[in-house]
């Protein structure tokens, strides 16, 4: 019998995008998956939609209700833990603002199984292009962010081979349930940004987990519909949350190196490059991630 897998998406402003996420799951060659729509109190029309395209395509759609919008980390918690408790096998995390192609789902459930893998991911192109977005990823070891392959390169071939990765955004990730066991859940202080290369690397780097990269499976991605591309917003919790994380997770001395580093970046570097308004935001996050960073140390 075919294992079953939730897919856990979460909804926020997401109206514009949803109808051909509904559609192309509908096109899906592995049929055995319930699709869990957490929706974060979004002001749009994106619930409503949901419920009317859940009624018009014929897979099963479970849709929880949030009483406020509680961040991707606990929104995606909630779905995980509603799908672990249904009984389901896998747990594949997955942004909305995304078309699949008709194989997507099943050709990364054969590249887990053919690696033996614990966790993995797509190809994943700009949406309408052939430029990827992502094809794996890792980090880079000068300022500690995360890189994602073949960034805004046209596609070649060059990706056509499946890899063992170090990184990869939780945009569309097969993962075996086993997995939040020993891993655990998503770390909610992040609320949106980082959470997903928090958990990666915990699963990774404590847990001795795999990611593989499986080139063979596409889907298009409609980059940030939700919170908008640059936005005060973004900003923000990019910056917050890349202290609190480099602190959380790297050793002290590397840790260190890091945070003043990007300090610093964010002192000249963004100085000629934001709006002044939005360079103040930077700073403030900055300092945000190291109180959340010492807020949850004192908490334990």
Not at 61 to 89: H, L, P, Q, W
Not at 199 to 210: D, E, P, Q, S
Request: proline content about 1%; glycine content about 6%; overall charge neutral.
């Amino acid at each position: 019998m075919s294992r079953k897998i939730g897919i856990v998406t979460v909804l926020y402003n997401s109206e514009s995008v949803l109808e051909e996420f509904f559609e192309t799951l509908g096109k899906q060659t592995y049929k055995n998956f319930i699709l869990y729509v957490v929706d974060n109190l979004s002001p749009d029309g994106s619930l409503v939609l949901s419920k009317k395209l859940a009624d018009q395509y014929q897979y099963d759609t479970v849709i929880i209700e949030n009483s406020e919008n509680f961040g991707v980390a606990k929104g995606n918690n909630i779905g995980i833990t509603r799908a672990v408790a249904d009984g389901c096998d896998l747990l594949l995390l997955s942004n909305n603002d995304i078309a699949l192609e008709s194989e997507s789902i099943e050709k990364l459930l054969f590249g887990l199984d053919t690696h033996d893998a614990d966790m993995v991911v797509p190809k994943i192109y700009f949406y309408g292009t052939n430029k990827i977005w992502a094809a794996g990823g890792g980090f880079n070891k000068r300022n500690g962010i995360t890189v994602q392959y073949g960034q805004e390169e046209d596609d070649r071939g060059q990706f056509n081979t499946d890899k063992k990765v170090i990184y990869a955004p939780t945009c569309f990730m097969l993962i075996k349930k086993e997995v939040f066991s020993s891993v655990g859940l998503m770390d909610e202080n992040y609320f949106v940004y980082y959470d997903d290369t928090d958990f990666v690397y915990r699963a990774l780097n404590k847990n001795k987990k795999t990611l593989w990269y499986i080139s063979d499976s596409v889907i298009h991605h409609n980059e940030s519909t939700s919170t908008g591309k640059m936005s005060d917003f973004s900003i923000r919790f990019l910056w917050r949350n890349l202290v609190y994380f480099s602190l959380k997770n790297y050793n002290s001395f590397y840790a260190s190196y890091i945070v003043i580093y990007n300090f610093l970046y964010v002192l000249i570097m963004l100085y000629f490059r934001y709006p002044k308004n939005q360079w103040l935001i930077a700073l403030k996050a900055y300092k945000e991630g190291f109180n959340l960073y010492l807020n949850k140390r004192t908490a334990r």
